[in-house]
Structure formats: C-alpha cells, structure tokens
C-alpha cells in the first residue's frame, strides 16, 4: 500500500449526539459533502457514512463517532440495497493522484505523485482497462470507510475530489450505514453541517426536536 499523510498532518475527532422527545425510534445519518454537487446521479452520490440509532420516547446517547482525516481513494463494490460491501483502497494526501491497475485480476494501486499547486485536490484514474466503481473516503485504522461512490468509470477515466470534511446530518429511518445515496434518496435540506477541521477534537451535541413543529436541530450539548 503506497505511504500514507505523514501523521502530523492527520486530525481526529469524536463526536458524540445525545437525544431526547422522539416521538419514536429514528436515525441521525451522517454524510460528506460532495464533491461536485452538481454532478449528483444515478451513477455518483455521497454514501451513508454513520448511521446512529435514535430510539424514541427514552433519554439517551448514541455510541461516539470517530474521523480521522486520512484520506484514500478505492475500489468499491456493491451489494444488495446499494450498501458497499467491499473495498480494496489506498491511502493518499491531500494534493497527490494515484491511478489503479488491475495484477492477476486484482486491484493494485500505483504510488501517489504529489502535485504542490493541487493543494486539496485528489484524483484518480482508472488504469484497469474496464469499468470500476471507484470512490473516496477515509480511514479508521485498518478500516475504509467511502463517503462518495463513483459507478461505471470508464478504462482511462478520472475522478476528482477536493479534501473539505463538511460533515451533514439527516433525520432518516430505515438507512443502512454504508448505502450509497443516489438521487432523490435524501431530499431535505441538512439539519446540520460542520467543517470538522473546524472543531474541537472532542465535541457534544443535542438533537433536538421542536415540540411545536417537530422540526429537528442540532446545538452543542447543555
């Protein structure tokens, strides 16, 4: 696996969300911004990156979420419901391209080149000589985590993506954490958003549900 960020220049943050007033059980999905807003489709979407459960009529907190901001680009497949079910990803730094290769039938990725006027841009290109389902996201230990897809990048094609962890939150149910969320999917506007590069390493937070409107916000925790 080509090198990663050197660690200096990774960022950790836990987040946690506490809930009460739910008239039931219900979920806060947390997702990444896109890359390209305006290229969101059938064939390239933002992914479920956390789910938490909510459970209703109970004061409650649910479990920690936790980012470390080093990034990666990957192969990614897809299972039933549009939820990933496998990766084969390399690490990268803001500011460096990577291409992937296909080495008896498996995956491999080339050694990152560093471009010094990308600055936070990322790409990638697709060297296996058929289409891939290519993606970016980050890693959590030994884990990767995609937050956006790209389905059907044709041999010799790019992707592109800019390093800006704005972190959005949505009240859903019935969200599978990993599910690739095509158009039409989510439809409401955020309840929250947050450059995490912003906060602080370890930050609360109240969902709150407006007992005359039953509108959802988010505020730091009380």
Wanted: charged share 20%; glycine share 6%.
């Amino acid at each position: 696996m080509p090198d990663p960020a050197p660690p200096s220049t990774l960022i950790e943050k836990t987040l946690v969300f506490h809930y009460k007033d739910f008239p039931d059980d219900a979920q806060l999905m947390l997702t990444f911004s896109d890359p390209d807003p305006s290229k969101v489709g059938s064939e390239q979407a933002a992914v479920a990156w956390k789910v938490v459960d909510i459970l209703g009529k109970q004061i409650g907190v649910g479990d920690p979420v936790k980012f470390t901001s080093q990034l990666a680009f990957g192969i990614t497949g897809l299972g039933h419901d549009n939820v990933v079910t496998s990766n084969v990803a390399a690490k990268i730094a803001p500011g460096q391209n990577v291409a992937v290769n296909l080495k008896n039938d498996h995956a491999i990725f080339d050694t990152p080149t560093t471009v010094p006027s990308q600055k936070e841009i990322v790409s990638c290109e697709n060297k296996t000589g058929r289409k891939q389902t290519l993606s970016v996201g980050f890693f959590a230990g030994n884990d990767y985590n995609p937050t956006y897809i790209w389905e059907n990048v044709g041999a010799s094609s790019s992707v592109t993506a800019r390093y800006h962890p704005i972190l959005k939150a949505y009240i859903t149910s019935n969200m599978k954490q990993g599910q690739f969320l095509t158009a039409g999917l989510v439809t409401k506007d955020p309840i929250w958003q947050k450059n995490l590069v912003n906060l602080s390493n370890n930050t609360q937070w109240d969902i709150i549900v407006n007992p005359d409107t039953g509108a959802y916000s988010i505020d730091e925790h009380k």
